[in-house]
């Protein structure tokens, strides 16, 4: 496999570092120089076997994590091989695109009259919508605010999903995890499982525009569920469990030239809980859903 790549991958494949000399970096540097040339199962692997001897026990996920999150920075030919600074690569906004988008895929209005089932009461319907979404009571991090939240089984949340603000729209694979700055938290990359939504929030706008993005975009990815913030942007669900990360990746990169946030990229992030409610008493309203992608995999 190692012996088709080019002579400075394999040089760096050659030499891993020991424990405290950067493990997780080096995993991360030399991830972004395969993607260009394996995919993302045989890049993890190769990277396994290169770390087994480095003295501490490098768990499979941390390299899981360490080659997904290298994917919006993966080296493409032409560009520069060894930068210093990594900067993310996010298409900028294709206005002309997104504008011809918005004239011709209609609009809130029909987005909601898409949606099966609607939601037509004055009724919190959070928990049946996240025992939709998740239907295997799997732990689940969500919260008030950004600094109060908490990572439990989803049973021990019934009852409270209705007056939370955020979710992390995937389960968690532990309670807890390390953030980046080796602190432990029930709130990290490192304790969230693989990505089952990606969220695609936008804020530029009108509604009427955000419906009408997510309406294309349900073209190319199932659209699950579209919460309004409360404000003025629009969340939409994407359904991408068992997908390939280079697949999600292409839906992500062409959302994000349409406008979309990029910020929820990072599988961890916090969106808004759908149905939930913000800090300041707002409904955090449903206006889609769509569960028919979730039930033809049961």
Known sequence: MTDQLPPFVQDMLSAPPRAGEGVHRWLFQVARQLHAHLLTGEIVNLLEGRVANCGRFVPRQEIVSAVQNALPFAWQHGSQSQPIHFAPKWPSVNQKQREAIIRGSGELA?????SKPRIKDGEAHTEQIIDRLFPDGPLLCCGKL?????????EDWRGE????????PSAMSAVTGKTKDGRESKHALDNTARRRF???EFDNGE???????????GGYAPLVCAVHSGGKSLHGWFYVHGQLDEKILRFFRYAVSLGADPATWTRSQFVRMPDG??????RQTVFFLNFSSLEAIR
Do not use: Y
Request: one cysteine or more; hydrophobic letters at 45%; aromatic letters at 10%.
């Open 110 to 114: 029909d987005l909601w009259e898409f």
């Open 146 to 154: 950004n600094s109060d939240f908490d990572t439990r089984p989803r």
């Open 161 to 168: 999903l209705s007056g939370l603000q955020f979710t992390v």
């Open 198 to 200: 990606l969220v695609c």
């Open 207 to 217: 509604l009427d525009d955000h419906a009408a993005l997510l309406i294309h975009l």
């Open 277 to 282: 409610v913000r800090d300041d008493g707002k």
